[in-house]
């Protein structure tokens, strides 16, 4: 029995990073980037007017408020797409639309709310109601972003924010990194798959749907391989399709059982066991393998086990693949909201929920901890972690990790 | 100019909920629940072994311990996935595995672990080392689900643990609600489509592929409509094709320049404005209006305006399209890495990347808070909210709610 801490860092040692592929920008939301991304050119790439208004210089305009404003001759106008090569004259200024670009000589923008345009004897003319400074909204040339930096770092995300960057900076395709390809096996001779008739002593496959869900938000691609049955022939034929991927995860069977043969299946199909037993309570039979570049799997077969196991460990797996830094679970603090102990000789992770309470979030222990009971997950939004033998006294604060949340935060 | 509170009343309360739809387990994930999820069956829908062990009659181990077992025939095995029927007789034990059904005059496990399994005489037999109670390391019929109850309520995201729950209770097909289908169109005499070549004076449109990625993810089906013109038939146009979704957001022109005649169009088309500016920075020239059940958003053209305006404001026309309850983003309670001041008459939004240190988040405010810099929020995890006037202290505690986390708690 090893550590869940030992468990995750034999499995990001062991995982290998898969290789990338470019893909045109439409396809790269939610990938992981496989290059560090470059800007290609300024961000914004001219000065330009950041507001709606009048091009001024700034020395035009001193002195003028809303008493005794300053008059400009209004010279022309300037829209947004137009190119440059406009130039103010003295005591002149330009009508200019936000991101247009600046005319020479133009240190500032008075914005359309503090002027008032006019025409006397013909001619177009601007009452300005204050002094601009120089500079003033303005968005210089590079002011965003400078030529040749990194904006995007390789091994993140493409979140929608990362998205629209690689747009602004007019990326037509990146590198991404190929997703994993995960193959999903449940066994057992009392599991039937949705659909199926059920009879007495039997019952539906969830883990395969749970587990198909977690890889799809890790950013992998599940395969649904069906469900082996507890003899060596059926369970030698999933393993066998299973290798065929980037990960093989396997549910059910890997405790201690005589019916449980999983685990002498995959080591006659030439999977090399790495840990099989981890300090965790729910979950502690998990094995972990690998065949060649394959990582396998075989989580217990309880449904909350099967869970927190791939939230737990299989995550790192896919995060390594992905060549992502390592997973951290976004952390809340909150008061308990009762007593809870950990009387046993393994880590124990407490399903609560969170409830909001003005200032503060408080944790709600679901009332059913059993392995079994797939409802304390459902009614949960995350786990607190007690070492062995740990207390938490009522209304102590608490870190609960959320479900679902690696990879959410940026630092 | 109306506050985001009311601003989200009135989103809230204009925009429809869309019809549902039957789809397959399969097609579930990621949708919300158009029904309340039943039980059909209890789970477990049997008395059965929680661990695998031998099958006894709790009264028959009495006293058993290390140094004196008790010593039981072993009278049969139950492996999982076969039918009940079977019963204990007085002195026996029956090999059991975990989800297989309990015999009759079976009341607890004992586990592999504490028994020792010997052939006497022929006879199977097994010495039992620890004293069985009633009930143990049994899972009760209906201990986790009652046949009848509600275990998924209606507008609840089907999360990869909600899948499982539908698969676990049996369902082949659940109602959803209809996916929104949201247009997306950019506007501006500026803006090129990323792969077209760019000249002095332009820029790529960056917001339609953020705006893209933020409707995914709430659960919508994004439409690149592509780029309008500065000018009212090409405007017209884009709205009239726009108006033919659920949802019509269009980014750019909604400021008050003369150029920007975007509302005006809107008004045209028949869009009643619900209102046009919020007193939120940045992001304050955003338009809402309704032309029928369709409704329509006009976004500034800033990058950051248009992204935080949608986690501000559009977020909410789609959770209440999709029959979700009030979006609420999670948050987190960080340190204030340096004085912050609202100096405005609007309430502000500002940038911070989220810190980990040690026991506590460092909330660091971004260098660069203008709206046409997008970076702010590439390298930022949320937001801090300051009120108009307000003013937060270096090392103040302050509340960061974290993008893209609309929908993730449960509670």
Redesign the interface.
């Known amino acids: 029995m090893i550590s869940l801490w030992k468990a995750r860092g034999i499995i990001w040692k062991e995982t290998p990073t898969l290789s990338s592929e470019p893909v045109p ?2 396809h790269s ?1 939610g990938r992981t980037l496989a290059e560090d991304v470059k800007v290609a050119f300024d ?4 000065d330009r007017a ?1 507001m ?2 009048y091009a001024v210089n700034a020395t035009d305009t001193r002195c003028a408020c809303s008493q005794s404003p300053v008059v400009l001759k209004v010279a022309g106008e300037i ?6 090569g406009k130039k103010l004259t003295e005591g002149c200024a330009m ?1 200019i ?5 600046l005319p020479a000589n133009c240190d500032g923008i008075i914005k ?2 503090d002027a008032e345009e006019f025409i006397e004897n013909g001619e177009r003319k601007v009452r300005i109601f204050k002094e601009v400074k120089p500079g003033q909204d303005i ?1 210089f040339r590079g ?3 400078k030529k040749g930096e990194t ?2 770092k390789k091994g993140r995300i493409v ?14 395709r990146v590198r991404v990194v190929r997703k994993p390809e995960v193959a999903i096996v449940a066994t ?4 039937k798959k ?2 199926e008739k ?17 890889v ?2 890790a950013g992998g691609n599940p395969h649904l391989l069906g469900i082996a049955r ?1 003899n060596p022939g059926s369970l030698s034929r999933s393993v066998k399709r299973g290798l065929r991927y980037d990960i093989l995860i396997m549910s059910g069977g890997v ?6 043969l999983v685990v002498n299946v995959f080591k006659e199909s030439g999977v090399k066991m790495l840990f099989w037993k981890v300090a965790v309570k729910p979950g502690k039979p998990s094995f972990f393998g690998k065949k060649g570049e394959v990582v396998v799997f075989g989580l217990p ?1 309880y ?1 909350v086990s099967s ?1 927190l196991n791939f939230e737990n460990l299989v995550i790192f797996a896919l995060s390594k693949m992905l060549g992502q830094p390592k997973p ?1 679970r ?4 909150a008061s308990l909201e009762r007593e809870l102990k950990n009387s046993d000789d393994r880590d124990s992770f407490v399903r609560v ?4 309470e003005k200032d503060r979030y408080i944790a709600v222990p679901h009332p ?1 901890q ?1 392995s ?4 304390s ?5 995350g786990i607190v972690h007690l070492k062995r033998g740990e207390m938490r006294a009522k209304g102590e604060k608490v870190t609960v990790e ?4 690696f990879g ?4």
Chains 1, 2 share one sequence.
């Open positions: 920008l439409i939301l961000m914004p790439p001219f950041a709606d208004g829209p947004a797409g137009t190119k440059g009508s639309m936000t991101g247009a670009v359309i709310e968005s002011e965003d972003l904006i995007l979140t929608p924010v990362a998205f629209a960057m690689l747009a602004y900076i007019g990326r037509k057992g001779d009392e599991i949705v659909g059920i009879s007495a002593g039997e019952i539906y496959d969830s883990n395969s749907y749970g587990i198909y869900g977690q799809l938000r507890d405790s201690v059982g005589k019916y449980d077969g449904p869970y951290e976004l952390k809340v603090e929920k969170i409830v909001s059913a059993k079994g009971v797939l409802r997950v459902v009614e949960s939004d959320l479900f679902g949340t959410l935060l940026i630092s």
